[in-house]
């Protein structure tokens, strides 16, 4: 099955500076990556994608890229805010059931300092 | 926009107890899902239907069974609850396009006492 690593587990920014995160996935036919965002006792919502047939989307200041070779793909978040505050969570199909299920990431807690 | 609906936010119950979890949602999804959530461990996979009374174990289904009579509602069921099932469990739903991510529920915190 899909083997899903994230990589920091926390990490903390001054508000303003920019974050990144990073995941690995080991299944090579894997084409779908969302990545969600989790606040404090709310279910986690996916805040952006990308699919396998491009290297990098935008949505103003949160961005993906990927690196099919490598096969990671990270999270950047520019110009960090307070409310950028909270858990985030990579995943990548399964291969199983024609990849309807997904692998998480273990999650990264971001703290965004005023 | 999509919801998914979870029944309750919070549940204590009691050792040896039967809970019922409930999940509704209202885009007509195809596939639904139950995930157990706590520190350190992320996101994991509990069962997984995907249609009508159909069903499929995910990572951790011991102790835990799921019934899904219409497509709309998912009910995980502890039919036996125990202290090690005290967690955040979370409803999901996604359509057939392999290009969608999931639609996640608020959760129900429960704690088994």
């Known amino acids: 099955g899909e083997n899903v690593e994230q990589h920091p587990s926390t990490l903390s920014v001054q508000e303003g500076d920019s974050a990144v995160i990073k995941c690995t996935y080991s299944?090579?036919?894997?084409?779908?990556f969302p990545w969600y965002k989790q606040e404090l006792g709310k279910g986690p919502q996916l805040i952006i994608d990308?699919?396998?047939?491009?290297g990098e989307k935008k949505d103003q200041r949160i961005a993906v890229t990927l690196n099919k070779t490598a096969k990671h793909f990270s999270l950047h978040i520019t110009e960090t805010q307070p409310e950028d505050s909270a858990v985030y969570f990579c995943a990548a199909p399964q291969p199983q059931r024609g990849y309807q299920k997904v692998t998480f990431g273990t999650g990264t807690k971001l703290q965004v300092i005023p | 926009d999509v919801k998914v609906t979870q029944s309750s936010r919070y549940l204590v119950k009691r050792t040896g107890e039967k809970v019922f979890l409930e999940c509704v949602q209202d885009m007509d999804h195809e596939n639904m899902f139950w995930y157990r959530q706590d520190p350190g461990l992320g996101l994991r996979l509990i069962y997984f239907s995907y249609d009508v009374k159909m069903k499929e174990k995910g990572d951790i289904p011991e102790g835990y069974s799921v019934s899904r009579e219409k497509k709309e509602r998912f009910s995980l069921i502890l039919e036996s609850a125990s202290t090690n099932q005290t967690s955040m469990y979370l409803c999901?739903?996604?359509?057939?396009?392999?290009?969608?991510?999931?639609?996640f529920g608020s959760g129900t915190r429960l704690t088994v006492v």
């Open positions: 299944d090579s036919a894997s084409n779908y």
């Open positions: 990308i699919r396998s047939n491009v």
């Open positions: 999901a739903s996604r359509g057939l396009d392999r290009g969608v991510g999931y639609t």
